[in-house]
């Protein structure tokens, strides 16, 4: 089996990722930050350090602004939903995923001003375009720092001065770069790093996270969820202190031990080897797949502006038939359709079909994409 699905959810995971899993649970199995035993406070622990991991990964100073999260749509909707007034006005992109869009145009109903700036066919962001969009009304941007449609990386530091000097903040949903790409919130000027654990991160599924960088005010923002969190128990109101303010609810201790391995498994592989790979398997696709007639690749075809993330379409050929017969007749994992992300697919003009979505993976080799490229020449000429 090749599995080309790693931009929905990385697979197979890292050995050491299983066995931290299984670790914390026979080893520090109580709630953390509950009950005072040694079990509970062994939990506590292993928070602690992968908050720490995590800080340092993002380059951010304060560990308690780690807010751990069940994934990068929880983290998202943590800062829309918390932050924004009705009135606010919100700049971003048109090729943002469901996960940014659907929240924004829930809050768009009940008043918020959405400005959504187009992206070219290739899925880039003109900076000009931002300049002109955001003013000194403007609350929040909000952006992908790379698209899980076509890969294309938008510029974060341009986006984040042009905010900066509005006086906006800037939510980054890093759910495709997070483990692929280098991402440092200080140099970045990102207010917001929204992730996810169980793609590039290595972790399991149901664990995410939002960095809140170490200048913003959180008393501006409302916790979506509210509840208990183990600290200040004598209040019936909400703990205004980081991270217990926006983390209610027993905690995914075995997600957050998974993540921490992930974590440390890329900074052991290093981050540069694993871009390097992701860039040659990228142009592997890419070059086999224009050689292949009838298809037609989206996205910047620049490995340099790209992650690991190929969006084709083929002449004749549905979306849905290819990824099916590519999956029985040669047991190769892709996705189809559209991704979550109606808007994306309407700026590389895939819109309503889709596309067939190729991402490989740390453990992708160049044998794998030969056989694929070999496979999919069948499948369309069949
Ligand atoms: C760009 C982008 N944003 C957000 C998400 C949502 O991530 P999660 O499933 O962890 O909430 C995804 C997942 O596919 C994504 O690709």
Redo the contacts with the bound molecule.
């Keep these: 089996m090749i599995y080309l699905d790693n931009?929905?959810t990385s697979w197979p995971k890292p050995p050491r990722v299983l066995k931290a899993m299984v670790d914390v649970l026979e080893r520090a199995g109580g709630n953390p930050g509950r009950s005072g035993h040694r079990l509970s406070i062994e939990a506590a622990r292993v928070m602690y350090d992968a908050r720490e991991d995590i800080a340092r990964f993002f380059n951010s100073d304060d560990p308690a602004r780690v807010i751990f999260t069940?994934?990068?749509?929880?983290a998202?909707n943590i800062v829309l939903k918390g932050l924004l007034k009705p009135s606010d006005r919100v700049v971003t992109s048109a090729m943002e995923?469901n996960?940014?869009m659907r929240p924004l145009r829930s809050l768009e109903d009940r008043g918020l001003i959405l400005d959504v700036v187009p992206c070219t066919s290739d899925g880039s962001l003109d900076i000009n375009d931002i300049a002109k969009a955001v003013d000194s009304t403007t609350r929040l941007v909000v952006i992908?720092h790379a698209?899980?449609v076509a890969g294309t990386i938008l510029s974060i530091g341009g986006v984040a001065s042009i905010a900066h000097g509005a006086g906006a903040l800037l939510l980054v949903?890093a759910?495709?770069t997070a483990g692929v790409l280098s991402i440092d919130m200080k140099a970045c000027g990102i207010d917001f790093l929204a992730f996810?654990g169980?793609?590039g991160l290595q972790g399991p599924p149901g664990i995410?996270g939002l960095v809140i960088g170490d200048h913003v005010d959180t008393s501006q923002i409302e916790p979506l969820v509210q509840g208990g969190t183990g600290s200040q128990s004598e209040l019936e109101e909400q703990p205004e202190h980081l991270p217990d303010k926006f983390e209610s609810g027993t905690p995914n201790i075995v997600g957050i031990a998974g993540l921490r391995a992930g974590i440390n498994w890329i900074m052991d592989r290093g981050i540069e080897t694993i871009r390097a790979q992701e860039k040659e398997l990228t142009v592997a696709l890419i070059d086999g797949l224009s050689d292949i007639i009838g298809t037609k690749v989206y996205g910047t075809h620049d490995p340099e502006r790209a992650v690991a993330i190929v969006s084709f379409t083929a002449t004749g050929k549905h979306v849905s038939e290819i990824g099916l017969r590519l999956d029985e007749d040669h047991c190769i994992l892709t996705r189809v359709g559209l991704?979550?992300?109606p808007a994306a697919h309407k700026t590389i003009g895939t819109f309503p079909e889709g596309t067939v979505r190729l991402a490989p993976g740390v453990f992708t080799t160049r044998d794998d994409i030969s056989t694929v490229i070999v496979a999919i020449e069948k499948v369309i000429q069949s």
């Excluded at 069940?70 to 929880?74: E, I, M």
């Design positions: 931009a929905a069940n994934g990068a749509t929880h998202i995923h996960a940014v992908n698209s899980n949903d759910a495709q996810t169980h793609k995410g991704h979550c992300a």
